[in-house]
């Protein structure tokens, strides 16, 4: 899995034993927070990451509403339109991430 | 043993894949090449579209296409009726096709003696969206069989990809398509979105959507800056 893979590599170049990851997961990002949860302990074995914890911090998708000129935070993937204004605002500013954020280490 | 602590690290998962494909689409501009990639659940019929769409190209423009697979070179086969160079490349268990793939598929062919490559991906309206394969337009596929849901039921994969396609217009009629609801439905989740309604199988709207995709390659060409 990408995520160990990336989290292993920075663990070794800064020579640390890593506790937990923190992964910043946008709701745009095609990726479900349950499926990473659930496959995670497996994709750690035989790793430097055995043991550790996944800790998953997920981000809405943010547009920006034409109308408002403002950035807004969607309520629902199913409706891009401004929630204060009802605009259809397609540019999204947020949402793709798929992003080891941090790392819990110990030296 | 010392207290735990956090640091900082942002680093973006897919982030070898964004920079190979990032490198794919600077090796497609410079050859002049303009990529479409294809992306729909199982049996949208990208397959019969695409054929078609080769087989339309062909009297004027240099056509490809590399097509992805779980397993079974049929695609490739039905393809190759058309008498374009196809590639397949079958992923075994992986569900989405990556930029490595498109780059290692295509290390022996020469760019420049073709004007559109097509990339039919894996049938799945899940895993592809995460994966950038450096096209320069992605196609979203959905056939009137499907219900006229399937852009709120798949809202990430009709976020990354540009144009919609509403395939086997034929048989709207026998399933009583709700072409407004259908077009509601992708207005909600990526407003303004380009689509196509056509039928492969009679040929109808298969003209406004070619015509489309010259003057996207002829936009392209067009060198930027002078």
């Given amino acids: ?73 969607l309520p629902s993937l199913q409706s891009f339109t401004c929630p204060e204004c009802g605009t259809p605002s397609g540019e999204v500013l947020q949402g793709k991430e798929l992003e080891v954020f941090a790392l819990e280490v110990e030296e | ?14 982030k070898q894949n964004d920079i190979t494909a990032r490198g794919l689409r600077e090796q497609f501009r410079k050859a002049g090449v303009f990529v ?5 659940g199982p049996g949208s019929g990208k397959t019969t579209f695409l054929e078609k769409t080769l087989t339309l190209l062909q009297p004027r423009y240099r056509v490809a296409a590399l097509v992805g697979d779980l397993a079974t070179e049929n695609d490739a086969i039905r393809l190759a009726r058309s008498k374009a ?30 004007d559109f490559l097509f990339i039919e991906n894996v049938g799945n309206l899940v895993c592809p969206s995460s994966y950038d394969l450096g096209e320069n337009l992605r196609l979203v596929l959905m056939s009137v069989t499907e219900g006229e849901d399937k852009p709120q039921k798949y809202p990430t994969i009709f976020n990354s990809a540009d144009v919609a396609v509403i395939t086997k217009n034929e048989l709207a009629a ?13 207005e909600s989740v990526r407003p303004g979105m380009r689509t196509f309604r056509l039928s492969a199988k009679t040929g109808e709207g298969m003209q406004q959507y070619l015509d489309f995709l ?11 800056g002078n």
């Fill in chain 1, 1 to 73: 899995m990408s995520i160990v893979d990336a989290a292993a590599d920075e663990a070794q170049q800064r020579r640390v034993q890593v506790t937990a990851v923190h992964l910043r997961l946008g709701a745009l990002s095609g990726v479900v927070k349950d499926a990473l949860l659930f496959s995670y302990e497996v994709a750690c074995q035989d790793t430097p990451l055995e043991g550790s914890k996944l800790i998953i911090e997920e981000v809405p998708v943010a547009v920006f509403c034409p109308h408002c000129k403002e950035r807004r935070v």
């Fill in chain 2, 85 to 114: 160079p196809v590639r397949q490349i079958t992923t075994g268990t992986l569900c989405h096709l990556e930029a490595a793939m498109v780059e290692s598929a295509l290390h022996d062919w020469d760019l420049h003696q073709l």
């Fill in chain 2, 174 to 186: 026998a399933v009583e398509f709700d072409w407004e609801k259908a077009h509601m439905s992708i």
């Fill in chain 2, 36 to 40: 479409v990639s294809l992306v729909s």
């Fill in chain 2, 214 to 224: 010259s003057a996207r390659l002829a936009e392209q060409r067009v060198p930027v």
């Fill in chain 2, 1 to 14: 043993m010392s207290e735990p602590r956090l640091v900082e690290v942002r680093r973006n998962v897919l």
